[in-house]
């Protein structure tokens, strides 16, 4: 389970400060996808990496399996991200010259605490992955010969081989037409449910909030009550 509790965050701006996130509070549990939508600059982004422990909030508790992520030093926060947080990035960042299935493996040898799988195994649960995400025909191809859904479904496989518990994705249909946008959050919603993840989901598209589990609006770093719903 991810809680992010009384998070507020600011950025220098000149002499002054400005407020990117003030006083959020959401969580997902596991099997559940937490929808954050919200106008360009309200906050959304900035939330993901706190949530990500890729910054650290001016004050609240970011809680991840009852992990109090916002005391850990840097390098126990850098292994917690290896072990319990998969991200997905809005820009696939594939590495171009490995292949669908390297993509995957790599991810194996950055296992941090966890100890990590023999070559065989690896390669079998890449193997699986790409399975489950509909390119079990292209392990063997490159970024350049991959679709932009092709590739997006890439990064979600890779954001699940070290078996996180907390999925955080940002805004994973910006690039795709509506057809192929549609498809991604299919199987984002499925995988969530069967890998049980905790999962928070960035996005501008609205035709998919109702099949969310919970919908959070930002409005200028706050959450607009009103228009937080939950199914």
Sequence with gaps: MIRLEDISLTFPDGSDRITAVDHVTLSSSPGEVTAITGPSGSGKS????????LIRPDSGRVVI???DATTLTADRA????????GIVFQQSNLLPSLTAHEQLVVMNELGGGRPRRRRAAATRRAESLLRDVGLAEHLDKRPHQLSGGQRQRVN???????EPSVLLIDEPTSALDQERGASIIDL???????RRTSTLLVTHDLVHLPRMHSVVQLVDGRIDHPAAVTR
């Design 46 to 53: 900035s939330l993901l990496a706190v949530a990500a422990t």
């Design 65 to 67: 399996d009852g992990v």
């Design 78 to 85: 850098s292994e917690l991200r290896r072990t319990s947080i």
């Design 156 to 162: 979600i496989a890779r954001a699940l081989m070290n």
């Design 188 to 194: 984002l919603l499925r995988l969530t449910d069967e």
